[in-house]
T-cell receptor, first 116, second 115 residues
Framework: GAVVSQHPSRVICKSGTSVKIECRSL??????MFWYRQFPKKSLMLMAT?????????EQGVEKDKFLINHASLTLSTLTVTSAHPEDSSFYIC????????????FGPGTRLTVT | DQQVKQNSPSLSVQEGRISILNCDYT??????FLWYKKYPAEGPTFLIS?????DKNEDGRFTVFLNKSAKHLSLHIVPSQPGDSAVYFC??????????????FGSGTRLQVQP
């Protein structure tokens, strides 16, 4: 149980285009999902908290107009990187907390974004 | 200001021996601590957790120890196996002012188990 999927696993796009990444909780409902970014050899950096039916909460320094988050249902959150630049190239990981409660987060497999 | 610190970026042990990964924290509001294992280009996998009211939790080869007074926790893997080679992240959970719960991660320790 507690499986989280991400799609796509890998994407290459050109500068100036937008890319959407999906995060799905497959066998549980998640009121809250999280989006992280990992730089090479660094820890996971929380970008934003995605709340079903309401606006996302962004961490300091994360541009909400650049990283659009939508949490339309209890099993799906999407992250759209708008007007992508090479410096947006990174490994993006989502996680989900079960609506049933608890402190654990279950992580997706990540999405490698490369902006050329 | 790093609230969760893993001071050893890497650790190498022989197969069959004990691996000890350490983690220190500064925020006394953390109420749960978790260890995650991560392979390259994959998401972290939950391993084991401990509540702040406990000092030990064991699950198979994995044991987590919490020393609340020292704000220190450790993950013991016995016996270590080559398949345990990965990056291990320590994470601490707490409730923010907004009422939502969040995780704060350490920088990770790369464990290499030599056959």
């Amino acid at each position: 149980g507690a499986v989280v999927s991400q799609h796509p696993s890998r994407v290459i796009c050109k500068s100036g285009t937008s890319v959407k990444i999906e995060c799905r909780s497959l066998d549980f409902q998640a009121t809250t999902m999280f989006w992280y970014r990992q730089f090479p050899k660094k820890s996971l950096m929380l970008m934003a908290t995605s709340n079903e039916g309401s606006k996302a909460t962004y961490e300091q320094g994360v541009e909400k107009d650049k990283f659009l988050i939508n949490h339309a249902s209890l099993t799906l959150s999407t992250l759209t990187v708008t007007s992508a630049h090479p410096e947006d190239s990174s490994f993006y990981i989502c996680s989900a907390s079960p609506t049933s409660g608890g402190y654990e987060q279950y992580f997706g497999p990540g999405t490698r974004l490369t902006v050329t | 200001d790093q609230q969760v610190k893993q001071n050893s970026p890497s650790l190498s042990v022989q197969e069959g021996r004990i691996s000890i990964l350490n983690c220190d924290y500064t925020n006394s509001m953390f109420d749960y601590f978790l260890w995650y294992k991560k392979y390259p280009a994959e998401g972290p996998t939950f391993l084991i957790s401990i509540s702040s009211i406990k000092d030990k939790n064991e699950d198979g080869r994995f044991t987590v120890f919490l020393n609340k007074s020292a704000k220190h926790l450790s993950l013991h893997i016995v016996p270590s196996q080559p398949g345990d080679s990965a990056v291990y992240f320590c994470a601490a959970s707490h409730i923010l002012d907004t009422g939502r719960r969040a995780l704060t991660f350490g920088s990770g320790t790369r464990l290499q188990v030599q056959p």
